[in-house]
């Protein structure tokens, strides 16, 4: 008897912390299997993206590879129905022809959510780590049912380390870009050093100096850089021939401060502004492209002292060279990759030095036009 009561309330305990397991079936409870998860099958690759939860609703897409070739598609969504959750889905083929008819889906009731597990009838999402999951699905051939598995894992993008941090002020009344300084929040704005040597021999303050302000107001990045060089080159004429070799202001953005390789995408901007207002970054297509639309610029020079104002839109890196893209609003308490830079020629056919605004780590300081991890770092403020 004392062996029975024993068993039976070990049967009780077990029973109790399964059903405190059990979750509601709610999206928030499975918001986990959101993100790019890859994996292999049937002797090919898979891949399956999952959205956020959002307006009562998940959605995915997923492709099986095979020899190099897309075999099929499917088109995944898990919705809240009456208080529960349904996983619908739809097949098709390389060339997006349905396998099933016009309003039929595949669909797969819930059964119900633990912690690391969600059942469907059918289909198990199964959380091995956050950065692993198996699928268990149970697929119906000849009359016999087999359950394969599907074992995935999820691309995280690791953040960019904060480098050398700014906040940058708003402006009330945004600057015009006149080169004339003139406008409040410039006199309510501390200098910041450009200052950094990444290429070249070391220079003398008579041969450059400079230093620069930042602001921002919803429309665009506003910056005024005071640049003091005693010889002005502009040694060719076409905008995209040997654009660096001139003497000119680059400006470095980094949308989403990610960081990561930018050499020929727009994971980030690296513009060059030449003397004559022209403002050149390198394509997808891995050559020079104007991208004067991106930036409004004015210079005044007096002397051997360059007044630049600039306004910079704002990119992310979704953006097409040959379509359409709107600039971002931005916000209170966005963060953004920057680092400016001036080019500097005074006698030669290429640049003599290249001066920067952060500190660059190792011999090869030059890396800004590729490796958009070295930019400091611009967090927007009040």
């Known amino acids: 008897m004392k062996q029975l009561l024993i068993l039976l309330l070990a049967y009780s305990l077990t029973s109790a912390t399964q059903a405190q397991n059990v979750l509601e079936p709610k999206l928030e409870n499975i918001a986990w299997i959101s993100g790019t998860w890859h994996g292999e099958a049937f002797g090919g690759l898979v891949e399956e993206i999952w959205s956020e939860p959002s307006a009562g609703s998940m959605?995915?897409?997923?492709?099986?590879?095979?020899?190099?070739?897309?075999?099929?598609?499917?088109?995944?969504?898990?919705?809240?129905?009456?208080?529960?959750?349904?996983?619908?889905?739809?097949?098709?083929?390389?060339?997006?022809?349905?396998?099933?008819?016009?309003?039929?889906?595949?669909?797969?009731?819930?059964?119900?959510?633990?912690?690391?597990?969600v059942v469907?009838?059918?289909?198990?999402?199964?959380?091995?780590?956050?950065?692993?999951?198996?699928?268990?699905?149970?697929?119906?051939?000849?009359?016999?049912?087999?359950?394969?598995?599907?074992?995935?894992?999820?691309?995280?993008?690791?953040?960019?380390?904060?480098?050398?941090?700014?906040?940058?002020?708003?402006?009330?009344?945004?600057?015009?870009?006149?080169?004339?300084?003139?406008?409040?929040?410039?006199?309510?704005?501390?200098?910041?050093?450009?200052?950094?040597?990444?290429?070249?021999?070391?220079?003398?303050?008579?041969?450059?100096s400079g230093r620069y302000k930042l602001s921002w107001a919803e429309d665009g990045l506003y910056l005024l850089a005071e640049i003091t060089d005693d010889v002005l080159v502009d040694n060719n004429p076409d905008p995209l021939e040997a654009w660096w070799d001139d003497d000119c202001l680059e400006i470095f953005i980094d949308e989403d401060n990610s960081g990561g390789e930018h050499q020929y995408n727009h994971n980030a901007f690296a513009y060059h502004i030449a003397l004559d207002g022209n403002v050149v970054d390198m394509s997808t297509k891995k050559t020079g492209k104007l991208y004067n639309s991106h930036i409004e610029s004015k210079r005044i020079t007096t002397g051997n002292t360059s007044i630049w104002e600039v306004k910079i839109s704002i990119f992310d890196d979704s953006y097409k060279d040959d379509a359409k893209n709107t600039p971002l609003k931005l916000q209170v308490g966005k963060v953004m990759g920057f680092a400016l830079a001036y080019c500097d020629n005074d006698t030669s056919k290429t640049r003599e030095n290249f001066i920067g605004s952060f500190y660059v780590e190792g011999e090869d300081k030059n890396r800004g036009w590729i490796d958009a991890n070295i930019f400091g770092t611009l967090k927007l403020r009040n």
């Open 120 to 208: 469907f009838e059918g289909m198990v999402f199964e959380k091995v780590s956050p950065t692993e999951m198996n699928v268990h699905v149970d697929i119906e051939e000849n009359g016999k049912t087999e359950t394969v598995t599907f074992n995935y894992k999820k691309q995280v993008k690791e953040p960019k380390h904060i480098n050398q941090l700014n906040i940058v002020k708003k402006a009330k009344v945004k600057p015009i870009i006149d080169g004339k300084a003139n406008d409040a929040i410039w006199s309510d704005t501390v200098w910041l050093p450009l200052d950094q040597l990444w290429l070249g021999d070391p220079y003398t303050e008579d041969d450059f």
């Open 59 to 117: 959605m995915a897409s997923f492709k099986f590879i095979n020899d190099g070739r897309v075999s099929f598609y499917e088109i995944e969504v898990i919705r809240e129905v009456e208080n529960t959750l349904l996983l619908q889905l739809k097949h098709f083929r390389s060339d997006l022809k349905g396998w099933e008819s016009k309003d039929e889906t595949v669909d797969f009731p819930l059964i119900e959510i633990t912690e690391n597990k």
